[in-house]
């Protein structure tokens, strides 16, 4: 029998800290059937939010990203975020443009298992990498998903802007 290691982050000692995708999207999705597929959205942003700013201040990283380059913070949230932390996401890219980042991420948790053509956005994923990505940053963002791998794109492309 496989035993992880059992550390103050470790919520279950045997089964560890993962679960089925599967499961989790069925969440979701009830969740959409439950209460409407707009009010599970912003549900759904607000906890992937709230989880991303957890994720920083448990790490006592809160506004370190301002003297990092893009890549360095991509490496930082591929560490919390990717096949190292949560498994949420995988992040490819990060670029800005004046007061707009671009986040390019794949194997998404909200695209996975979707049909081609699926009008699925990444609303869970969008959060957190926003909760990330202000905590990481110290600034106030709104996001949006841009480009989405059910609908051509090669990734979930999504864009925050820095709210003055």
């Known amino acids: 029998m496989y035993l992880m290691s059992v550390e103050p982050h470790v919520l279950r ?92 991420a794949k194997e998404t948790f909200c695209s996975s298992g979707e049909p081609d053509d699926s009008t699925r956005t990444c609303t869970y994923t969008l959060g957190a990498i926003q909760g990330f990505l202000e905590a990481f940053l110290g600034k106030r963002l709104q996001g949006k998903q841009i480009g989405s791998v059910l609908r051509g794109s090669t990734h979930d492309v999504i864009e925050y802007i820095i709210l003055d």
């Open 13 to 104: 000692k045997e089964l560890g800290d993962f679960g089925s995708i599967i499961f989790l999207k069925s969440i979701l999705t009830g969740i959409e059937e439950t209460i409407g597929e707009r009010t599970a959205a912003i549900a759904m942003i607000a906890a992937g939010r709230k989880q991303g700013k957890n994720s920083i201040e448990e790490l006592g990283l809160v506004n370190k990203g301002v003297a990092l380059s893009l890549d360095e913070i991509r490496e930082k949230a591929n560490s919390i975020l990717g096949q190292e932390g949560s498994r949420l996401c995988i992040i490819d890219k990060i670029e800005q443009e004046g007061k707009a980042y671009r986040v390019y």
